[in-house]
């Protein structure tokens, strides 16, 4: 059983960064695909970004694409999300998704674990 517990969320301007952590414990993520989605009020969880276990593949959705960055440190066991550019659509509630299965998954389907979630508010 893989547990994650994601942090570094917040309220931000628009044009500003934030860093969302998703530290996992219970078993080390070396071997787990990840990813993160996000929740806006009144609308269904999407996509954001997912890189695979060793962190040599990710795949960001369009509408994130050259503002928000995934990352893992396997040693820390610890998935990231770098959101820069920020925009107020950026607004939601970011999960992170853990997969024992190996590859890239885009929905939600594919995840095993999920973590509580962090909730993101950007100001215009």
């Known amino acids: 059983q893989v547990r994650l517990v994601e942090s570094g969320g917040g309220l931000v301007q628009a044009g500003g960064s934030l860093r969302l952590s998703c530290a996992a414990s219970g078993r080390t993520i070396s071997t787990y695909a990840m990813g993160w989605f996000r929740q806006a009020p009144g609308k269904e969880r999407e996509f954001v970004a997912a890189i695979n276990e060793s962190g040599g593949s990710t795949y960001s959705a369009d509408s994130v694409k050259g503002r928000f960055a995934i990352s893992r440190n396997n040693a820390k066991n610890t998935l990231y999300l770098q959101m820069n550019s920020l925009k107020p659509e950026d607004t939601a509630v970011y999960y992170c998704?853990?997969?024992?299965?190996?590859?890239?998954?885009?929905?939600?389907?594919?995840?095993?674990?999920w973590g509580q979630g962090t909730q993101v508010t950007v100001s215009s």
């Open positions: 998704a853990a997969t024992s299965s190996s590859g890239i998954f885009l929905t939600e389907r594919g995840y095993d674990y």
